[in-house]
Protein backbone atom coordinates (compact mmCIF):
# COMPACT_ATOMS: atom_id res chain seq x y z
CA UNK A 1 0.00 0.00 0.00
CA UNK A 2 1.32 3.64 -0.73
CA UNK A 3 -0.16 6.60 0.41
CA UNK A 4 0.24 9.86 -1.60
CA UNK A 5 0.01 13.83 -0.05
CA UNK A 6 0.48 16.45 -2.69
CA UNK A 7 1.14 19.83 -1.12
CA UNK A 8 1.96 22.89 -2.50
CA UNK A 9 -0.95 24.31 -4.31
CA UNK A 10 -2.16 27.84 -4.02
CA UNK A 11 -2.91 31.00 -5.70
CA UNK A 12 -0.45 32.93 -8.19
CA UNK A 13 -0.62 35.67 -10.71
CA UNK A 14 0.18 34.40 -14.90
CA UNK A 15 3.78 34.27 -15.29
CA UNK A 16 4.50 33.02 -11.84
CA UNK A 17 5.60 29.65 -10.09
CA UNK A 18 4.61 27.16 -7.86
CA UNK A 19 5.80 23.65 -7.19
CA UNK A 20 4.26 20.71 -5.75
CA UNK A 21 4.88 18.04 -3.41
CA UNK A 22 4.04 14.04 -3.99
CA UNK A 23 4.86 12.75 -0.41
CA UNK A 24 4.75 8.59 -0.15
CA UNK A 25 3.79 8.01 3.40
CA UNK A 26 5.11 4.54 3.15
CA UNK A 27 8.84 3.96 2.46
CA UNK A 28 9.64 2.03 -0.67
CA UNK A 29 12.76 1.30 -2.50
CA UNK A 30 11.13 -0.10 -5.29
CA UNK A 31 11.03 1.85 -8.72
CA UNK A 32 7.72 3.22 -9.07
CA UNK A 33 5.87 5.48 -12.15
CA UNK A 34 4.70 8.47 -10.49
CA UNK A 35 2.21 10.81 -12.74
CA UNK A 36 0.95 13.81 -12.30
CA UNK A 37 -2.42 15.15 -13.42
CA UNK A 38 -5.04 18.14 -13.28
CA UNK A 39 -8.67 18.50 -13.42
CA UNK A 40 -10.32 21.61 -13.95
CA UNK A 41 -14.35 21.64 -13.40
CA UNK A 42 -15.83 20.07 -16.52
CA UNK A 43 -12.93 18.87 -18.03
CA UNK A 44 -11.27 15.23 -17.88
CA UNK A 45 -8.74 14.33 -15.73
CA UNK A 46 -5.51 14.44 -17.94
CA UNK A 47 -1.66 13.36 -17.21
CA UNK A 48 1.09 16.15 -17.53
CA UNK A 49 4.07 14.37 -16.07
CA UNK A 50 5.51 11.46 -15.15
CA UNK A 51 8.97 10.08 -13.70
CA UNK A 52 10.58 6.59 -13.26
CA UNK A 53 12.07 6.73 -10.03
CA UNK A 54 14.57 4.26 -10.87
CA UNK A 55 16.67 6.05 -13.57
CA UNK A 56 14.93 9.36 -13.39
CA UNK A 57 13.17 8.81 -16.87
CA UNK A 58 10.82 11.52 -17.30
CA UNK A 59 7.83 12.08 -19.52
CA UNK A 60 5.26 15.45 -20.24
CA UNK A 61 2.25 16.55 -22.09
CA UNK A 62 2.65 19.11 -24.78
CA UNK A 63 0.56 21.51 -22.82
CA UNK A 64 3.36 21.44 -19.94
CA UNK A 65 6.63 21.09 -21.82
CA UNK A 66 9.13 23.37 -21.33
CA UNK A 67 7.44 25.03 -18.11
CA UNK A 68 7.04 22.51 -15.71
CA UNK A 69 10.00 19.76 -14.65
CA UNK A 70 8.81 16.73 -12.58
CA UNK A 71 11.69 15.77 -10.10
CA UNK A 72 12.34 12.69 -7.62
CA UNK A 73 14.37 12.95 -4.39
CA UNK A 74 15.03 9.63 -2.86
CA UNK A 75 15.62 10.17 0.11
CA UNK A 76 12.85 12.10 0.66
CA UNK A 77 10.62 9.65 -1.08
CA UNK A 78 9.03 12.65 -2.55
CA UNK A 79 7.92 14.14 -6.25
CA UNK A 80 8.08 17.64 -7.37
CA UNK A 81 6.45 19.10 -9.89
CA UNK A 82 7.90 22.57 -10.25
CA UNK A 83 5.66 24.98 -12.48
CA UNK A 84 6.90 27.87 -14.47
CA UNK A 85 5.07 30.83 -16.75
CA UNK A 86 1.76 29.75 -14.84
CA UNK A 87 -1.10 30.72 -17.33
CA UNK A 88 -4.30 30.84 -16.30
CA UNK A 89 -5.52 27.68 -18.06
CA UNK A 90 -2.87 25.61 -15.40
CA UNK A 91 -5.86 26.42 -13.06
CA UNK A 92 -6.95 22.81 -12.19
CA UNK A 93 -6.74 20.33 -8.89
CA UNK A 94 -3.31 18.45 -9.45
CA UNK A 95 -3.52 15.18 -8.24
CA UNK A 96 -0.36 12.66 -8.28
CA UNK A 97 -0.72 9.00 -8.63
CA UNK A 98 1.49 5.70 -8.01
CA UNK A 99 1.99 2.56 -9.67
CA UNK A 100 4.60 0.28 -10.72
CA UNK A 101 7.24 0.03 -13.58
CA UNK A 102 6.60 -2.17 -16.28
CA UNK A 103 9.24 -4.53 -17.25
CA UNK A 104 9.81 -4.31 -20.39
CA UNK A 105 7.98 -1.06 -21.25
CA UNK A 106 8.62 0.75 -18.28
CA UNK A 107 6.09 3.61 -17.43
CA UNK A 108 4.29 3.16 -20.80
CA UNK A 109 0.96 4.76 -20.37
CA UNK A 110 1.62 7.42 -17.76
CA UNK A 111 -0.46 9.53 -18.74
CA UNK A 112 -3.57 7.60 -18.64
CA UNK A 113 -5.35 7.24 -15.39
CA UNK A 114 -6.60 3.98 -15.36
CA UNK A 115 -2.91 2.52 -15.26
CA UNK A 116 -2.53 4.03 -11.43
CA UNK A 117 -3.28 1.99 -8.33
CA UNK A 118 -2.56 4.78 -5.63
CA UNK A 119 -3.79 8.40 -5.69
CA UNK A 120 -3.42 11.50 -3.56
CA UNK A 121 -6.16 13.67 -2.56
CA UNK A 122 -5.23 16.79 -4.91
CA UNK A 123 -4.13 20.74 -4.64
CA UNK A 124 -5.61 23.45 -5.77
CA UNK A 125 -3.98 25.40 -8.33
CA UNK A 126 -5.38 28.56 -9.58
CA UNK A 127 -3.83 31.23 -12.00
CA UNK A 128 -5.46 34.54 -12.58
Known amino acids: QVQLVESGGGSVQAGGSLRLSCAAS????????IGWFRQAPGKEREGIASIETGGGSTDYADSVKGRFTISHDNAKNTVYLQMDSLKPEDTAMYYC??????????????????????WGQGTQVTVS
Open 97 to 118: AADRVYEFSGCAGWANPRRYTY
Open 26 to 33: VYTNSKKC
